[in-house]
């Protein structure tokens, strides 16, 4: 049973986490928690089985509870990512390279947790005892402790260039999968996303602003600041699931979660193999960003690339195969070592804090 009866006493949760996780409410300032609501696109379901029919307003008129279960499923890991990413970048406070950085870093917290908040009020408002269930779960579970629910948001922050590769590549899939749900047919989800798909911009913004400064300043190797790029895009793929899905299969059949460019997009959906359309969508999108950065890059150093798809793989056909950053297919001593060499390791830890003690290393 959850313990929770309303959303206010979900709320006093919410202040008990912050206080558990060390971050300081006062940083916060006035920032007003709030679950934030637009029109959705249509008033009608627009793809799925159901396409055609009013988007429903209230679980009660889902159509079977499968259906409801996918619905609270999407809704709990959505939640969990929000909560689980201010866990990860928390401590980074301590360390901002500027005045500019810390409020930019207090703002994309404070947005996630709204994003959070969002999900729990969701939860608690339509689902019921079950609902308010999950919503504590969303503040009990850590990153720390490796029990948040999908990989990357397990994985530590440990500096300012995992933060600005993280908001560049693992805030952009939660970009994907925002707009992916900004259609659903449960109305409330749908109309939560637009104000989130505007507050995820700014993280998007910042990333790619800070990786943008790191370059120009030319103190980072090129080389080091490719090991981030290697392990925050490689998670990231990830976090689309398996090729062929069966789970997104149902989720599109049930109008709950659609393509990405849906309603731009011509022709019938294949819907067991949407989360490997997006994921390449997704990483063509990676290498775009990654040709505007090498703009920025010192000369005579490398440019900056995105690592193939197969490389550091834990989901999917290629999960646990021994690619390398270039697609090559390694035997598994050898592909230990390369895949050692290719991620950020102690001495490279050791070589950035340097660089961030001698100071301007953005700029």
Partial sequence: MARIATFDDWIDLFRSWLKEIGYEEARLGDYLFEAKFEDASSAEIEFGRYAGRPRWERVAELPNDAVRELLLKLIVYQGDTEFASVEQQRRLVATAPSPGDLE????????????????????????????????EGLLQRRADARTRLLGSFNEPVEDW??????????????????????????????????PMLKEEAYHLLTGHMGLMRVLKAGKVPVAILQKYLNRWISTALDL????????????????????????????????????????????????????????WGPEGQPKLRAPDLRFNRRIGQHAGQPYSVDGELLDPGEHARHRAAALP???????????????????
């Fill in 161 to 194: 260039l995992d933060f600005f590769a993280f908001t560049e590549f693992i805030d952009r899939d939660g970009k994907y999968q925002l707009t992916m749900l900004s259609r659903s047919a449960f109305a409330p989800l749908a109309r939560s996303m637009g």
């Fill in 240 to 295: 689309f699931g398996k090729d062929a899905s069966t789970a997104a299969q149902r989720a599109y059949e049930a109008g709950l979660k659609g393509r990405f460019d849906e309603g731009a997009r011509p022709g019938p959906a294949d819907p067991l193999h949407l989360n490997e359309r997006a994921r390449s969508q997704y990483y063509e999108e990676c290498k775009g960003l990654i040709e505007l950065l090498n703009q």
């Fill in 104 to 135: 930019s870093l207090v703002r994309v917290n404070r947005e996630e947790m709204r994003h959070g908040w969002q999900m729990a009020y969701l939860l608690v408002t339509y689902f019921g005892d079950e609902g308010r269930k999950e919503a």
């Fill in 345 to 363: 390791g102690p001495e490279d830890r050791r070589a950035v804090a340097s660089i961030f003690a001698e100071g301007r290393w953005v700029r």
